[in-house]
Protein backbone atom coordinates (compact mmCIF):
# COMPACT_ATOMS: atom_id res chain seq x y z
CA UNK A 1 0.00 0.00 0.00
CA UNK A 2 1.00 3.48 0.89
CA UNK A 3 3.97 4.04 2.68
CA UNK A 4 6.83 5.91 1.69
CA UNK A 5 7.28 9.36 2.67
CA UNK A 6 4.29 11.73 2.97
CA UNK A 7 4.01 15.54 3.41
CA UNK A 8 3.97 16.54 6.99
CA UNK A 9 2.48 20.18 7.84
CA UNK A 10 5.56 21.68 7.77
CA UNK A 11 6.06 20.55 4.18
CA UNK A 12 2.56 21.48 3.10
CA UNK A 13 3.18 25.02 3.96
CA UNK A 14 6.85 24.60 2.81
CA UNK A 15 5.44 23.96 -1.24
CA UNK A 16 3.86 26.48 -1.78
CA UNK A 17 6.95 29.05 -0.92
CA UNK A 18 8.81 26.71 -3.61
CA UNK A 19 5.90 27.51 -6.05
CA UNK A 20 6.06 31.18 -5.26
CA UNK A 21 10.04 31.11 -5.33
CA UNK A 22 10.75 28.98 -8.58
CA UNK A 23 7.46 29.62 -10.99
CA UNK A 24 5.47 32.28 -9.69
CA UNK A 25 3.79 32.49 -13.29
CA UNK A 26 2.56 28.75 -13.26
CA UNK A 27 -1.24 28.00 -12.61
CA UNK A 28 -0.17 24.35 -10.78
CA UNK A 29 3.19 22.98 -10.05
CA UNK A 30 3.95 19.44 -9.52
CA UNK A 31 5.82 18.34 -6.64
CA UNK A 32 7.29 14.64 -6.92
CA UNK A 33 8.53 12.77 -3.66
CA UNK A 34 10.72 9.46 -4.74
CA UNK A 35 11.53 7.49 -1.57
CA UNK A 36 13.95 4.00 -2.07
CA UNK A 37 14.54 1.73 0.50
CA UNK A 38 15.80 -1.99 0.69
CA UNK A 39 14.46 -5.40 1.46
CA UNK A 40 15.54 -7.37 3.86
CA UNK A 41 14.55 -10.35 1.97
CA UNK A 42 14.09 -10.08 -1.61
CA UNK A 43 10.28 -10.37 -2.73
CA UNK A 44 9.98 -13.24 -5.26
CA UNK A 45 8.75 -11.00 -8.11
CA UNK A 46 8.31 -7.63 -9.43
CA UNK A 47 5.51 -5.11 -9.00
CA UNK A 48 4.05 -2.05 -9.76
CA UNK A 49 0.96 -0.51 -7.98
CA UNK A 50 -0.78 2.49 -7.32
CA UNK A 51 -1.95 4.17 -4.28
CA UNK A 52 -3.99 6.51 -2.47
CA UNK A 53 -6.19 7.70 -5.32
CA UNK A 54 -3.01 7.34 -8.03
CA UNK A 55 -1.63 10.22 -6.08
CA UNK A 56 1.25 7.60 -5.95
CA UNK A 57 3.29 4.38 -6.92
CA UNK A 58 5.43 1.77 -5.69
CA UNK A 59 7.50 -0.03 -7.21
CA UNK A 60 9.10 -3.69 -5.91
CA UNK A 61 12.28 -5.01 -7.69
CA UNK A 62 15.69 -6.05 -7.00
CA UNK A 63 15.62 -6.14 -3.75
CA UNK A 64 14.14 -2.21 -3.28
CA UNK A 65 11.01 -0.93 -3.28
CA UNK A 66 10.24 2.49 -4.27
CA UNK A 67 7.29 5.06 -3.41
CA UNK A 68 6.34 7.60 -5.79
CA UNK A 69 4.58 10.28 -4.32
CA UNK A 70 2.73 13.46 -5.79
CA UNK A 71 1.13 16.55 -4.47
CA UNK A 72 0.76 20.36 -6.63
CA UNK A 73 0.67 23.43 -5.52
CA UNK A 74 -1.93 25.53 -7.34
CA UNK A 75 -2.08 29.88 -8.14
CA UNK A 76 -4.88 32.08 -7.38
CA UNK A 77 -5.22 35.37 -7.82
CA UNK A 78 -7.44 37.88 -6.33
CA UNK A 79 -7.86 41.37 -7.15
CA UNK A 80 -8.67 44.18 -4.29
CA UNK A 81 -10.54 47.05 -4.49
CA UNK A 82 -7.79 49.29 -5.56
CA UNK A 83 -7.33 46.74 -8.83
CA UNK A 84 -3.80 45.46 -7.26
CA UNK A 85 -3.55 41.51 -7.89
CA UNK A 86 -2.59 39.20 -5.59
CA UNK A 87 -1.13 35.84 -5.57
CA UNK A 88 -1.46 33.10 -3.53
CA UNK A 89 -0.13 29.47 -3.88
CA UNK A 90 -2.08 26.81 -2.01
CA UNK A 91 -1.05 22.94 -1.12
CA UNK A 92 -3.12 20.07 -2.94
CA UNK A 93 -2.97 16.72 -3.09
CA UNK A 94 -5.29 16.75 -5.86
CA UNK A 95 -2.68 14.89 -8.33
CA UNK A 96 -3.12 11.90 -10.23
CA UNK A 97 0.29 9.95 -11.39
CA UNK A 98 -0.05 7.95 -14.51
CA UNK A 99 3.12 6.17 -15.56
CA UNK A 100 2.05 3.86 -17.94
CA UNK A 101 5.29 2.97 -19.43
CA UNK A 102 6.49 1.63 -15.72
CA UNK A 103 3.57 -0.26 -15.44
CA UNK A 104 4.07 -2.46 -18.36
CA UNK A 105 7.63 -3.19 -17.47
CA UNK A 106 6.38 -4.88 -14.58
CA UNK A 107 3.45 -6.71 -16.16
Known amino acids: GGGGWK ?6 A ?49 GRKIWIKGYSTELDEEEDEDGD ?4 YHFSEKIHLDIPSLEKRFL
Open 7 to 12: ASDGDK
Open 14 to 62: HFPWIHKVLCPELPVMAHIIITITKYLRTPSYPTANAFERNTGFTISAD
Open 85 to 88: VESF
